[in-house]
């Protein structure tokens, strides 16, 4: 079985923000966003957040190491070159693993495994 990765973060208040102001955002933006490349992947983590624009030839991931470190919000084109086939990749370009249409996402937790909770920040 072909399982996505099971790492999750929250989206930091600034990423949200900045996204939230772009226009054309095609989606609604996540609080919080799980990794979705294959699991038992060796790089950093990759997480989609938001398509611009009707023909989505671009997207926005955030982008982390399961370590330390700020997550960091990046741009890359989707790995399909059409991706409005039922096959089509929906991972960023040069992504490790499998395609995804290839994996699955479980929907029940690992013993351990919490959800995130989305706390905001103070307001000033």
């Known amino acids: 079985m072909n399982l ?9 208040d600034g990423v949200y923000e900045f996204l939230a102001a ?5 989606y609604q933006l996540p609080r919080w966003v799980a990794c979705d490349l294959q699991e038992d992947h060796r790089e950093g983590h990759v997480g989609f957040l ?5 023909a989505e030839e671009t997207a ?3 982008a982390w190491s399961g370590t ?3 997550p ?4 890359l084109p989707y790995c399909c070159e059409d991706c409005s086939t039922a096959d089509a990749c929906l991972l960023p370009d040069g992504h490790p ?6 994996l699955i ?15 905001p920040s103070p307001s000033r």
């Open 60 to 62: 926005w991931w955030l």
């Open 50 to 54: 938001q398509s611009m624009g009707e």
């Open 72 to 75: 960091t919000l990046i741009q």
């Open 105 to 119: 996402t479980a929907l029940d937790l690992t013993p351990g495994m919490r959800l995130p909770v989305y706390e």
């Open 22 to 26: 772009v226009p054309d955002g095609q």
């Open 68 to 70: 330390a470190g700020e």
């Open 97 to 102: 693993g499998r395609h995804s249409s290839q």
């Open 4 to 12: 996505r990765c099971h790492s999750m973060i929250t989206v930091p």
